[in-house]
């Protein structure tokens, strides 16, 4: 099965740029999703097939998709940002969802 | 406004059954897949089941298989999961969320807030 690998922890402080890897064997060749958790919430969708914001995202937040690693970039961080971030994509081998382990970002 | 909110959980001994039920609205429930995840304490997000728009198509993460159905009512715009022979390992936050599906690919736009389901003696 296809595995997703992503950093448990990132920090930044407040107003500079997080970047949230989340690597895989030839990633780019797949379409990456990615979800914000925050303490005690539902996931929330906030970039779906590489680099789509959902109606609502902030524009601070933005992916990319390239070679063996997909990010996702959040530019300008602020305090509510703070949250569990997970990547996922359709494993093709298996034919099933597949989650990264998921990566808190702390704001300093 | 898309919503869906989950129901059914709670404390079941292990070996037991329980079955969760998820009320959508504010979307056309029949015209999108549907889908379960769960979030064990402290964990990451898992995959557990999802089911076709008119129900003809099922699928299940292996550790789940053959314990657990997933069912849907279109006419009531409610979605179900049907859990039996509980393990320990089966305690989680489960989520009900919209699939979007397509060619290989799939993705999940919105979420309820969950049901915890505890196995424990």
């Known amino acids: 099965s296809y595995v997703l690998t992503q950093p448990p922890s990132v920090s930044v402080a407040p107003g500079k740029t997080a970047r949230i890897t989340c690597g895989g064997n030839n990633i780019e060749n797949k379409i990456v999703h990615w979800y914000q958790q925050k303490s005690g919430q539902a996931p929330l969708l906030v970039i779906s097939y590489d680099t789509d914001r959902p109606s609502g995202i902030p524009e601070r937040f933005s992916g990319s998709n390239s070679g063996n690693t997909a990010t996702l970039t959040i530019s300008s961080v602020e305090a509510g940002d703070e949250a569990d971030y997970y990547c996922?994509?359709?494993?093709?081998?298996?034919?099933?969802?597949?989650f990264g382990g998921g990566t808190k970002l702390t704001v300093l | 406004e898309v919503q869906m909110v989950e129901s059914g959980g709670g404390l079941v001994q292990p070996g037991g059954s329980m079955r969760l039920s998820c009320a959508a609205s504010g979307f056309t429930f029949s015209s999108y897949w549907m889908s379960w995840v769960r979030q064990a304490p402290g964990k990451g997000l898992e995959w557990v089941a999802s089911i076709k728009e008119d129900g003809s198509e099922t699928d299940y993460v292996a550790s789940v298989k053959g314990r657990f159905t997933i069912s849907r009512d279109n006419a009531k715009n409610s979605l179900s999961l049907q859990m039996s022979s509980l393990r320990a390992e089966d305690t989680a936050v489960y989520y009900c969320a919209r699939d979007r599906r397509g060619s290989r690919v799939a993705h999940f736009d919105y979420w309820g807030q969950g049901t915890l389901v505890t196995v424990s003696s």
């Open positions: 996922q994509v359709w494993d093709s081998t298996d034919d099933h969802v597949v």
